[in-house]
Nanobody, 123 residues
Framework: QVQLVESGGGLVQPGGSLRLSCAAS????????MGWYRQPLGKERESVAT???????NYVDSVQGRFTISRDNAKNTVYLQMNSLRFEDTAVYYC?????????????????WGQGTPVTVSS
């Protein structure tokens, strides 16, 4: 079993910055892609940024140039540095990891989600 624990959300003024962290723990053999998703109130969840095990990041257009995703493979942790925050960035942010675990029957690939951390951009 794999668990993801997010931290770093909160209230920030427009133009401010926040840094989200997400640490994976459990019976992990390896983690492939990790990513951040967000769900504004009353809207569908969307991908914000993803990063491969090799460190290649991909971003939704609306955050390109403002957000930076990174990861520490030794700590099984992914980060999201959010700068120049806007009202429309307000959402619950979720971390996701594609983790390979070793079981008695061999290897399994699991899609694991964190519990979410709220980010509110308000003046």
């Amino acid at each position: 079993q794999v668990q993801l624990v997010e931290s770093g959300g909160g209230l920030v003024q427009p133009g401010g910055s926040l840094r989200l962290s997400c640490a994976a723990s459990g019976n992990i053999f390896s983690i492939n892609t990790m990513g951040w998703y967000r769900q504004p109130l009353g809207k569908e969840r969307e991908s914000v940024a993803t990063v491969t095990s090799g460190g290649v990041g991909n971003y939704v257009d609306s955050v390109q140039g403002r957000f930076t995703i990174s990861r520490d493979n030794a700590k099984n942790t992914v980060y999201l540095q959010m700068n120049s925050l806007r009202f429309e960035d307000t959402a619950v942010y979720y971390c996701k990891a594609d983790a390979t675990v070793r079981t008695n029957l061999g290897f399994r690939i699991l899609e694991v989600w964190g519990q979410g951390t709220p980010v509110t951009v308000s003046s």
